[in-house]
């Protein structure tokens, strides 16, 4: 069974905190790069932060220093852990697993940062 379950989105005040969960079925885990997307109203889905199989992460200019991904091995999970949100990160965020041509997504899970 192949599959990319999110988890923890929700509606946050802008400088709050939230962290998303992405859990996956083994085979997707080890596949070489997982990451989390997003897709605003009106705009293309772009990526924020990716992590490798070796621990190599990378980051969107826009959330750099403020967003930090994760994977936790034992549990086939990647975090994706969002400090002092702002309003433009109001989006559907979506965890990816990539390799080998092939790239699998997850159903989404809303973030809203709104006072």
């Known amino acids: 069974q192949v599959y990319l379950v999110e988890s923890g989105g929700g509606l946050v005040q802008p400088g709050g905190s939230l962290r998303l969960s992405c859990a996956a079925s083994?085979?997707?885990?080890?596949?070489?790069?997982l990451g989390w997307y997003r897709q605003a109203p009106g705009k293309q889905r772009e990526l924020v932060a990716s992590?490798?199989?070796?621990?190599?992460?990378n980051y969107a200019t826009s959330v750099e220093g403020r967003f930090t991904i994760s994977r936790e091995n034992a549990k086939n999970t990647v975090y994706l852990q969002m400090n002092t949100l702002k309003p433009e990160d109001t989006a559907v965020y979506y965890c990816?697993?990539?390799?080998?041509?092939?790239?699998?997504w997850g159903q989404g899970t809303q973030v809203t940062v709104s006072s």
């Open positions: 990816s697993a990539r390799g080998r041509g092939v790239t699998y």
């Open positions: 083994e085979s997707i885990f080890r596949m070489p790069v």
């Open positions: 992590v490798t199989d070796a621990g190599t992460t």
